[in-house]
């Protein structure tokens, strides 16, 4: 059973910067396409982010994030990082870590297709 925690949230001013962690257990990381997600008030869920396993690792991004966010594996620590700049009012949201050992890259950023979520961190961008 993989498991998965987030950390890494928190409060920042527009143009700030962060970095969430999302710890893999249960399972060998490189066997599994991880992804973030985040979580508006009111709004769906939405796909950020996603790189793929490490036979052929891929990344794909949201637009309104590309540029300002990068995934990446460190798999001594056997978890994937989100590297958040430039941050804007508008990421405010919870953000989640999601798996899945098989993914049609197409639908990357469909929540319906990983099997496996964090409990979330929430990060809020404010003056």
């Known amino acids: 059973q993989v498991q998965l925690v987030e950390s890494g949230g928190g409060s920042v001013q527009p143009g700030g910067s962060l970095r969430l962690s999302c710890a893999v257990s249960?399972?060998?990381?490189?066997?599994?396409?991880i992804a973030w997600f985040r979580q508006a008030p009111g709004k769906e869920r939405e796909g950020v982010a996603v790189?793929?396993?490490?036979?052929?690792?891929?990344?794909y991004y949201k637009d309104s994030v590309k540029g300002r966010f990068t995934i990446s594996r460190d798999n001594a620590k056997n978890a994937i990082t989100l590297q958040m700049i430039g941050l804007k009012p508008e990421d405010t949201a919870v953000y989640f870590c999601?798996?899945?050992?098989?993914?049609?890259?197409?639908?990357?950023?469909?929540?319906?297709?990983?099997?496996?979520w964090g409990q979330g961190t929430r990060v809020t961008v404010s003056p």
């Open positions: 999601a798996a899945t050992a098989h993914l049609w890259t197409e639908k990357w950023h469909d929540a319906a297709e990983y099997n496996y």
């Open positions: 249960g399972s060998t990381l490189d066997w599994y396409n």
């Open positions: 790189i793929t396993t490490s036979r052929d690792p891929t990344t």
